[in-house]
Structure formats: structure tokens, C-alpha cells
């Protein structure tokens, strides 16, 4: 086991319920560190710490810097803490380190064969996937994703394997804490501007990100999407191995889809690699699940696993929590849920819905997530929602940011033209509307980044109660 840096043996995360933040919690504890934080309220995550020893206060306090003698050796931060929180200024005035999440999640890193998995969409689902398959090949590694993996229940884990591997988010520019050995990156399109500012400083940081590749290492990118493409010939001008994949690629090493079939329960790709053509079969319905799996594929024959074991860990794939996720039948109608909050992601998984309804509608519940993208981007949303047959949108879910005045969800509710659209703002009336819409055979998905998932089992409860009453 390679050495916990003097920083992390005890260390105290604030937000520990976070996605990224318990992950890490989890891998200190399973080091051996002692592990204390903060949060706002009680979750599954906070739970599952203190089951497995971490000290976990509920709310903000200086005085929650003391859960262990001698107080932390560093204090532990997403960007989403802001300078006034109690702890991070206690933290300051008593000299404790502070460090940012990346950096303790590359603290984790050293000593291991790294795999960071970039891009604006399909980062989770990739780095899960890349971790199945490679848990498939025995290698047993590292892991640290934004979801839990529906195999374990689990969003981070310390293996014995050597290899670490972990989704690298560009939201904030944090990922350039990260050396990895192999990089991927599925795809480059606009977002987080909120942070970035422009177009330009947001392409330019996973520029920054590819530089910090190991020597000798690999970047695997997906030939097909414009801005992925030019990161890797500029990465191949400077000399740094790279590896393609999708329907335009040509390289000896790249993975060429030949054709995708898709299925109700997933899909089957058919890929030419290394002059052999392989089915890789996938469990997660779209094509965009598929090029997420060959980034996998790809990643994971770099860190030494064999290509068939890969293929065969990647059809066992089951998912990710809220990517896609089924939550219930209610007699006939199907209700799932799942993350896509940029309108790219809305428009594919709303084509891989389509294919999974079969004949029946699709419905959509659509929570936007932050005032500035919504304003930015409302057309392109309501252009990928007009692929649904119908949509309840709800307000936005700000998360980070205050709200806008005019920035609603109906900003992008009155630009959806061809289906039935319904703005509904409040959750308990949005429930009993799409009670009232579906009709056995739909397929309902409830969509977005905030507290939408919620929406699926109050919709499946009042759908049987109506059963049961009717």
C-alpha cells in the first residue's frame, strides 16, 4: 500500500456528504486515517461513514475541528465552500493546511497507475464503466466517480490493485491536480461558463489537463466529436501517445465502430481493433453509452487488461445511479431517472429512451440546473426536449448560484414547440400532472441535476394509490 501523505492522516472534509467528498472519506478510512466532518444534514453517505468510524458533525462550527486530539492535519474543501464558512476560517487562523478536494484526491493518487476520465459529458458513466470492467479482469482498482455504482452500492473504494482509477472534473478547472497516466476525454462542449467565463478558457483548460499526462503516458479521445479530436493532434504534436475511438477514427490502435444495434435492454457495438472485429455488448441503452464504453475499453487495455476480459466486465456493466436508473412499474408505466442536465445530454438520452419505450410515449419531468445555464442555453434545451411526446418543466434548481430575475423554467418552456408542454413549478402538483398524463405502455424519465430525482417514487406512489383506489 503506497504511503498516506502526513496531510491526510487526519483530515477533516467539510461537506462530507458530497459525492466527491464521502468518496474520499471512504479511501482515507479505508488507509487508516482518522477522518472527522461536517455536514448539513444526515444522508445515506454520512450514515455509512460513521459506520465505518469517521467523527461527522451536523451543521457548520469551529469547534468541529476538535474530533480528534490534536485537531486535523489538513482541512478538506470542494470549491462550493466559500470563504465565510466557520470551519475554513478557523481553519486559516489556526494554520491548518487547507486543501482543495483534487488535491486530496491526488494526495490518494501518488503511488498508483492513474486513469482520469475528462470531458463535458459521459464522465461518470465511463469511469464506472472503465472501473467494472477492470474489477471483471481481477485487478481490483481504486476508485473515486460522482454516482454510485449499482454493482455496489458504492462511489469510491480502495483496491489493492495499483491502479486508481477517477473521473476528473473540468467544472472548476481542479483536475489539473492530477497527473494521470492515462487520460481520457469523451468530449469538449461548452459549459460551467458560470466559472470559465468564456468558450475559449473553458476549451483551453482541458489543453492544460492533457499536459499534465505522465511522460510515456496515454490520451484516448473520441474521434468522432470535433473539439476531443483537435485535443488529441495537438497532443500528438507534442509528442504524447493517442488513441481514438468511433465511427471516423483509422489508427491501428483505435477502436472503429462498425455499427451499433440497439436494444430495449442496451445495445451491441461492433468495433475493429488491432485487425479483429469484436462485439462489445452494453447494458445501458443509447449510442452514447456504447462510445462511453470503448473509452473504457480502450483505457482499460492500457493499464495492462486484455481486451476480451473488458468486453465481457463492460456487458456485465449495470449502471450508475441516476444515470438512466429504473425506479418502478406502475402497471404499464415505467419510470426512470437520470442526471442529463446540458442539452447534448438531454438530447441523447432521450433518443436511448426512445429506443427502451418501444412503442409507448415518453414523458418528461425537467428540472433545469442553474440560472446561467438555463439562460444560455434554453434554446438548445428546448430543442433536445422536443424529443420527448410530452414535458412537465419545473423551476430551476440554482444549486451554487443566486437566482436571476427572468430566469425561470419557463424560458425554456415557451420555446418548445411540436409537443405538449406543461410549467409547473411546485413538485406536489407537478406529481399528480404526470399522474394524469401517462397512459399504460409510457415511459416516464425524470430529468436533471437537482432534487427532481425525488419526483420518480412520489409519482409511482400516487400512480398505485390511484390503482388501488380505481
Excluded at 495537438?234 to 465511427?247: F, H, I, L, N, T
Excluded at 456485465?316 to 442526471?339: C, H, L, N, P, T
Excluded at 427502451?356 to 439562460?375: D, L
Aim: glycine share 12%.
Amino acid at each position: 500500500m503506497a504511503e498516506l501523505p502526513d496531510a491526510l492522516k487526519r483530515a477533516h472534509l467539510v461537506g462530507v456528504g458530497g459525492a466527491g467528498m464521502s468518496g474520499i472519506a471512504r479511501i482515507l478510512l479505508a488507509r487508516g486515517a482518522q477522518v472527522s466532518g461536517s455536514d448539513a444534514k444526515e444522508s445515506r453517505a454520512v450514515l455509512s461513514l460513521r459506520a465505518q468510524g469517521a467523527e461527522i458533525a451536523l451543521g457548520q462550527s469551529a469547534d468541529n475541528l476538535a474530533a480528534f486530539e490534536g485537531g486535523p492535519s489538513a482541512l478538506v474543501v470542494s470549491t462550493a465552500i466559500k470563504e465565510t464558512n466557520p470551519e475554513l476560517v478557523a481553519a486559516r487562523e489556526r494554520g491548518i493546511p487547507v486543501l482543495h478536494r483534487a488535491q486530496a484526491l491526488a494526495g490518494l493518487m501518488e503511488g498508483h497507475r492513474v486513469a482520469c476520465i475528462a470531458g463535458t459529458h459521459g464522465k461518470t458513466s465511463t469511469t464506472s464503466m472503465l472501473t467494472v470492467a477492470l474489477q471483471h479482469c481481477r485487478l481490483d482498482p481504486s476508485f473515486a466517480i460522482g454516482g454510485d455504482l449499482n454493482e455496489s452500492g458504492a462511489n469510491a473504494h480502495h483496491g489493492e490493485g495499483g491502479i486508481f482509477v477517477a473521473e476528473a472534473d473540468e467544472s472548476d478547472g481542479s483536475f489539473l491536480a492530477y497527473s494521470p497516466w492515462v487520460a481520457v476525454v469523451t468530449n469538449v462542449e461548452p459549459d460551467h461558463l458560470d466559472h470559465h467565463g468564456t468558450v475559449e478558457a473553458y476549451t483551453a483548460i482541458f489543453a492544460e489537463f492533457v499536459a499534465r499526462i505522465e511522460p510515456g503516458g496515454l490520451l484516448v479521445v473520441c474521434g468522432d466529436d470535433e473539439a476531443a479530436n483537435k485535443l488529441g493532434t495537438r497532443a500528438e504534436a507534442d509528442g504524447v501517445r493517442v488513441w481514438r475511438y468511433g465511427r471516423t477514427v483509422t489508427g491501428t490502435d483505435d477502436a472503429k465502430v462498425l455499427a451499433y444495434t440497439p436494444a430495449a435492454d442496451g445495445g451491441v457495438v461492433r468495433i475493429s481493433l488491432h485487425g479483429k472485429e469484436i462485439d462489445v455488448r452494453v447494458a445501458v441503452p443509447g449510442e452514447h453509452m456504447a462510445l462511453n464504453a470503448l473509452a473504457a475499453l480502450l483505457a482499460g487495455v492500457e493499464l495492462g487488461a486484455p481486451v476480451e476480459g473488458l468486453a465481457e466486465g463492460l456487458a456485465a456493466f449495470g449502471g450508475v445511479r441516476r444515470r438512466f436508473e429504473f425506479k418502478g412499474r406502475a402497471g404499464d408505466v415505467r419510470v426512470y431517472d437520470d442526471y442529463a442536465h446540458h442539452p447534448t445530454e438531454v438530447a441523447a438520452q432521450l433518443l436511448a429512451v426512445r429506443t427502451a419505450a418501444g412503442s409507448g410515449r415518453v414523458i418528461v419531468v425537467f428540472q433545469p440546473h442553474m440560472y446561467s445555464r438555463t439562460k444560455t442555453f434554453s434554446k438548445e434545451f428546448a430543442e433536445a426536449l422536443s424529443l420527448a411526446d410530452e414535458v412537465i418543466m419545473l423551476d430551476v434548481y440554482g444549486a451554487r448560484e443566486e437566482p436571476e430575475p427572468g430566469v425561470t423554467g419557463a424560458l425554456i418552456a415557451e420555446r418548445i414547440t411540436g409537443v405538449a408542454v406543461h410549467y409547473e413549478p411546485a413538485f406536489d402538483v407537478a406529481t399528480r400532472l404526470a399522474a394524469d398524463l401517462v397512459k399504460p405502455g409510457d415511459l416516464l424519465v425524470t430529468m436533471g441535476a437537482g432534487d427532481v430525482t425525488q419526483l420518480g417514487p412520489e409519482i409511482l406512489a400516487e400512480l398505485d394509490r390511484r390503482g388501488e383506489q380505481g
